[in-house]
């Protein structure tokens, strides 16, 4: 999962939500950038809706198309 620098702070660059079995879905905000506060969400079996783009690039005389998830729903059961 991509962050993204905001001055002195790393945040996830992809939006992250978590929907219940009701259908109720909420934006999960982190408090810290940390790989192990993900891991209650993204466990085996996890269904997740993925939101993806496809971003052109040309860095240092190569170029080709990166695959970014900018958005994702996580379904609680």
Known sequence: IPTAVN???????TDMYLKEPS???QK???????ATELDTYFKPGTFVDSYLSLNPYDYQQRSGIQLVATKLVIHNE
């Open 7 to 13: 001055g002195d702070v790393a945040q996830y660059a």
């Open 23 to 25: 259908g109720t879905t």
């Open 28 to 34: 999960l905000i982190f408090s810290k950038f940390d």
